[in-house]
């Protein structure tokens, strides 16, 4: 007996000391294969770093179908999860609007209308009108989340697994933005007759939510502000209230860039910017049956030469591709548009894993240019886009005739003349243009530029190009208005890494996979099925008291 009880005073102690550890170590485990009921370290760090309370209304509350259901618990647990890392400051409510004509009424001045979702189960159709909205305050600042956005099938209804992946996304990135002291800058170059902002008005709007956004003009003598993203906050302070540029977007430009200009441009780089260059090397206008393709002459090649990579004058076909939308003969179909494939428009689905392209499908090129690299000492290479295995290059003027290439093409013309490069990431530090030569003039700016010239980068910085000046546009079916494709998410990626926000990116990459039971399955062997489930839990519990009681037993017997 005296044996039994110090067993189990030492038992007792080390369960007390178990708990008291325990209480003082936070763990959790997410055993689901895409952690699914995880979140990123982001996310923790972000929870952990409030310093104030963080109040969120979640308007997704009632008596829903399975579907819905399952997406308005995964928001719950999302926020369970982030309320365990914020230390008391995030609040969160569930509300339901539907009866509500004070929230009703808020959200029509808002713009936000309700939503009919038709929910289908097995045996099951409804139509639910619902509110799907998130409103996440901070101090006196205060952000809409649509839970929707972005996560529409073509036809409409909403994609309720789109939506449960990208809602820790649409979390995180919001209280960041609210909580955040510095919020990076980007700049769109114009005076060279780059795509208008009013053209890509998907892109910006989504951009806008994390950046501040301004248009860059170098054309008379202004230089590129440099970026202060990268200053220790001692030295931030001193440019309070100055606008520095933390990463330049140049958009399909069309006319050729002085010598001063490009300068201008260096320079930036030189000094810890970033460039997300979007552009092609030839101009295709296709407003007739066929066209004849012509070179750009930008004058960018010796600065793209002397960063390592060189954009070729050539027009990329793909047998992978996407389609053209042509009107039909008004007297045999009465004027309707037709799709036909495209070969001028390579549908890329081939990436390198990494942040920039990650958790991509496809992205729509649009008359677009190879890029090969010119190895520099100094700089990383990363080709993140690639054609398919059956797309080629044709260089020079191209005849572009509608009849002939919407035509059936044979593969053996395209067979082994792939790998083309159509995206690609530079790293390091760059060599300046200038270097022993003085800084030049134009007509616009006489004024040599005062500032001091830099010959090198000091700190790593980066670069990104793209080899299709269309990729930021919609589509050009008359009845789509939207971007192709992924197009948005690779130019919203790129931005996020050069900015250096990658952990964002690869929040927004995070999948969501649901496994469906098979419906043919449970049919067939539902009667199995039923007994499985009633007699599993039974047998368990009778082997289990077994064991315990012949545990019991031989430990008694000792005494």
């Not at 929870?47 to 995964?74: C, H, W």
Request: aromatic share 12%; glycine share 4%; with cysteine.
């Amino acid at each position: 007996m005296k044996i039994y009880l110090i067993k189990s005073f030492t038992l007792f102690i080390l369960l007390f000391f178990i708990n008291l550890i325990a209480d003082q170590i936070f763990y959790r485990w997410d055993l689901t294969k895409e952690k699914r009921n995880s979140i990123s370290d982001l996310n923790k760090q972000t929870m952990q770093s409030l310093q104030k309370i963080v109040t969120i209304k979640v308007y997704l509350e009632g008596d829903f179908p399975p579907s819905l259901e399952r997406l308005s618990n995964a928001i719950r647990n999302t926020l369970y999860e982030m309320e365990a890392y914020a230390d008391g400051n995030l609040q969160f409510t569930f509300i339901d609007p539907s009866d509500n004509k004070v929230l009703q009424k808020q959200f029509q001045q808002k713009g936000i209308l309700p939503i009919p979702l038709n929910i289908k189960d097995e045996n099951i159709e409804a139509r639910k009108y619902i509110y799907p909205v998130i409103v996440v305050n901070y101090e006196d600042r205060e952000e809409w989340i649509d839970i929707f956005k972005n996560a529409y099938y073509p036809n409409g209804m909403a994609n309720l697994v789109k939506a449960e992946t990208d809602i820790e996304y649409k979390l995180v990135s919001a209280i960041r933005r609210l909580t955040a002291e510095y919020r990076p800058t980007i700049g769109f170059l114009t005076g060279h007759n780059e795509t208008p902002l009013k053209k890509m008005p998907e892109l910006i709007n989504e951009l806008k939510n994390s950046y501040d956004i301004y248009e860059v003009n170098v054309k008379y003598g202004n230089a590129i502000p440099p970026s202060f993203l990268g200053l220790p906050d001692t030295l931030k302070k001193k440019f309070e209230g100055r606008t520095g540029l933390d990463v330049l977007l140049v958009v399909q430009p069309d006319s050729a860039f002085s010598e001063r200009e490009k300068y201008e441009i260096d320079q930036y780089l030189m000094m810890g910017g970033k460039i997300l260059w979007i552009l092609d090397q030839n101009r295709v206008i296709l407003d007739k049956q066929q066209t004849l393709s012509q070179p750009r002459q930008l004058q960018l090649d010796d600065l793209f030469f002397k960063y390592g990579f060189k954009i070729n004058y050539d027009l990329i076909q793909d047998l992978s591709c996407g389609k053209i939308h042509l009107l039909a003969d008004i007297n045999k179909q009465g004027g309707q548009f037709q799709s036909l494939n495209w070969v001028f428009y390579p549908m890329a689905v081939r990436f390198k894993q990494h942040p920039v392209t990650r958790n991509l499908d496809a992205v729509l090129y649009r008359y677009a240019s190879s890029i090969d690299t010119l190895p520099r000492i100094g700089l990383k290479y990363t080709p993140l886009i690639l054609s398919s295995p059956l797309s080629r290059s044709l260089t020079g003027n191209v005849l572009i005739d509608i009849n002939e290439h919407t035509k059936p093409i044979p593969q053996n013309i395209f067979f082994n003349k792939g790998d083309k490069m159509l995206g690609l990431l530079i790293e390091g530090k760059f060599q300046s243009l200038f270097q022993g030569r003085e800084a030049p003039t134009d007509q616009f700016a006489k004024e040599k530029p005062t500032a001091v010239f830099i010959p090198q980068n000091k700190v790593p910085t980066a670069m990104i190009v793209l080899s299709d000046g269309q990729l930021a546009e919609k589509d050009d079916h008359p009845y789509i208005p939207y971007m192709p494709v992924d197009n948005k998410s690779l130019i919203q990626n790129a931005v996020d890494y050069l900015v250096g926000d990658e952990a964002i990116t690869l929040v927004r990459a995070k999948e969501v996979e649901i496994r469906r039971l098979s419906k043919k399955a449970g049919k067939d062997h539902k009667f199995y099925i039923q007994i499985f489930n009633l007699l599993t839990p039974t047998v368990l519990i009778i082997i289990f008291g077994f064991f315990r009681f012949y545990w019991r037993k031989k430990r008694f017997e000792q005494f």
